[in-house]
């Protein structure tokens, strides 16, 4: 288990132009070669945005971007005729397969703030495609799978003192939007001598082959939290 705070984040963006960003992992000229994915993920963008300010149209392709909004709303439109509204709660995904041109803005009047990660797919290639699912995890523990890149993305927003398990597998990525939370191993998290890590929001843990791991919330938390295979891996 690895830990990553939101102050090590590479800064980016255009803070004139009213975009901040902080990305996970090694972007742009943040270039780090120790930092360059982990497993499929190879992207996971805080962005935060002013009334007005947006990315103007960019091209992507051979990623599958999934979208999660913590407040505001965020305007997409794409090559591919899609434009959409995406509100705290649910998930954009888009597959940009073979190409796609989009737009991401901040049309009102309150800061938008969003989570955007970035998928490698196992396969390269194939036609674009656009989902959206509108309050995912509203009242309940959620899912969504990207089967192209193998990986399933959960949902949870657990009260203050709610344990809840991370799933065994491969490789988990943990990342918490708000509240504070103990990552830990069996039992650690529940003595207040354990060795479990404390998470506020940014922070990180990357984890390989987890097994019996879990995360009790300090104070209500919300938090994404990857499965990824181990690469070269079907999912």
């Known amino acids: ?14 803070p004139v132009a009213g975009i901040e960003t902080r990305h996970a992992f090694s972007f742009g000229p943040h270039y780090d070669p120790d930092n360059l994915r982990f497993g499929a993920l190879i992207a996971c ?40 509204l995406v509100r705290p709660g649910d998930v954009q995904h888009l597959r940009s397969a073979g190409g796609v041109r989009h ?8 800061p938008l703030v969003f989570v955007q990660m970035w998928l490698a797919p196992q396969e390269p290639g194939g036609e674009p495609s656009y989902e959206i699912v509108r309050g995912l995890a509203d ?7 990207v089967p192209a890149a193998g990986a399933v993305l959960h949902v949870r927003r657990p009260a ?14 943990v990342h918490v939007v708000r509240g504070d939370v ?3 191993v069996g039992g650690e998290a529940d003595s207040a001598q354990g060795a479990g890590a404390d998470l506020s929001p940014g922070d990180a843990a990357r984890v390989t082959d987890p097994r019996d791991v879990h995360l009790t919330a300090l104070a209500p938390a919300e938090v994404l939290i990857w499965h990824l295979p181990h690469p070269g891996r079907p999912g």
């Open 1 to 14: 288990m690895s830990i990553h705070r939101a102050g090590d984040r590479y800064p980016g963006g255009d």
């Open 45 to 84: 963008n805080e962005e935060r945005l002013a009334p007005g300010a947006g990315f103007d149209e960019h091209p992507h392709s051979h990623t599958e971007i999934v979208t999660w909004v913590v407040e505001g709303e965020l305007t997409h439109r794409d090559s591919a005729g899609h434009a959409t």
């Open 103 to 110: 737009v991401e803005r901040n049309d009102g009047e309150a």
């Open 139 to 145: 009242g309940a523990p959620a899912s969504y799978a």
């Open 160 to 173: 203050a003192g709610e344990r809840t398990a991370v799933p065994d597998g491969d490789l988990v990525y």
């Open 182 to 184: 103990r990552l830990a």
